[in-house]
C-alpha cells in the first residue's frame, strides 16, 4: 500500500471520533433534558455534571482532530 494512501485512510478513521463525540454530547444534553423534564427540582444540582460531560467529550473529540490533523500535515 501506498503510504500516502495509509496516511489518508488514518486520518479518516481518525476523524470518526470527532463525529461520535457530537453524538455523544447530544446523548449527553438530551438526557439531562428529559431527566430535567422529569424532575425539575434536581436539574439545577445535575446541571453542572452534564457540561463537564460535555466537557470531556468535547475534548476526545478535539484529540480526534488533533490526531487527523498529525497524520495529515506531520507525519
Do not use: C, H, W
Amino acid at each position: 500500500m501506498d503510504p500516502v494512501a495509509a496516511k489518508y485512510i488514518g486520518a479518516g478513521i481518525a476523524s470518526i471520533g470527532m463525529g461520535l463525540a457530537a453524538l455523544g454530547v447530544g446523548n449527553i444534553f438530551g438526557n439531562f433534558l428529559s431527566g430535567a423534564l422529569r424532575n425539575p427540582t434536581a436539574a439545577d444540582a445535575q446541571f453542572g455534571r452534564a457540561f463537564i460531560g460535555a466537557a470531556l467529550a468535547e475534548g476526545l473529540g478535539i484529540f480526534a482532530f488533533l490526531v487527523a490533523i498529525l497524520l495529515l500535515f506531520v507525519v
